[in-house]
């Protein structure tokens, strides 16, 4: 009979904390504000943490076409298109840089190898599409300040840059 008396306090005081708890979060939940309140998505981007990664940003104007990212990634999502540079310029000049982001994992391999630190992991979370063309992004075609700058990746640029057929900058004599 105490054994018996003893399991029923514990259940009772068990379901009793649990529900504590439960309430606790209810009550909580009522009183904070909704998650656009605090952030106003997508009228100002949520911020994220520093080592987030999120849409890549790449350098073209950097970029010495060496295949090394594209070697390191694990789905072989990166495409690179490049021509031998015509003397006296030397290396290649990159005209393609294409990321399939239906297979991109974000998993940041592609950035430490690059030798001239010209691909990073960007802060960059939304990138909507209306069909899968969108997701691939050729960095090439878009304007240095969106595939690289403080500009946001986004489709409207995606979009325009399918249009664009040759690369936005190529490097020359003088630099
Ligand atoms: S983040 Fe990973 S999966 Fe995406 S392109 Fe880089 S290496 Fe490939
Ligand atoms: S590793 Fe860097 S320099 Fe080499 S192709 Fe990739 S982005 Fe360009």
């Known amino acids: 009979m105490r054994t018996w008396l003893r399991n029923v306090r514990l259940a009772t005081a068990t379901i009793a904390r649990g529900m504590y708890v439960t309430l606790h979060y209810f009550v909580q939940?009522?009183?904070?504000?909704?998650?656009?309140?605090?952030?106003?998505?997508?009228?100002?981007?949520?911020?994220?943490?520093?080592?987030?990664r999120?849409?890549?940003?790449?350098?073209?104007?950097?970029?010495?076409?060496?295949?090394?990212?594209?070697?390191?990634c694990p789905v072989?999502?990166?495409?690179?298109d490049k021509?031998?540079?015509?003397?006296?310029l030397k290396g290649f000049v990159v005209?393609?840089?294409?990321?399939?982001?239906?297979?991109?994992?974000?998993?940041?391999?592609?950035?430490?190898?690059?030798?001239?630190?010209?691909?990073?992991?960007?802060?960059n979370h939304d990138l909507s599409t209306?069909?899968?063309?969108?997701?691939?992004?050729?960095?090439?075609?878009?304007?240095l300040e969106v595939a690289w700058g403080q500009a946001t990746l986004n489709p409207t640029a995606v979009h325009e840059s399918k249009r664009v057929s040759l690369p936005v900058w190529t490097k020359s004599a003088g630099g």
Do not use: N
């Open 29 to 52: 939940s009522l009183r904070r504000k909704s998650f656009t309140q605090f952030f106003e998505y997508p009228e100002k981007p949520v911020p994220v943490r520093p080592r987030y």
């Open 95 to 123: 005209t393609g840089f294409k990321i399939d982001y239906t297979k991109c994992m974000f998993c940041a391999l592609c950035v430490d190898p690059c030798p001239v630190d010209c691909i990073f992991m960007g802060s």
């Open 76 to 80: 072989d999502c990166i495409y690179i």
């Open 83 to 88: 021509d031998k540079a015509a003397p006296p």
């Open 130 to 143: 209306f069909g899968r063309d969108g997701c691939v992004v050729d960095y090439a075609k878009l304007p």
């Open 54 to 72: 999120g849409f890549h940003r790449f350098d073209l104007t950097t970029c010495i076409g060496c295949d090394k990212c594209a070697r390191a």
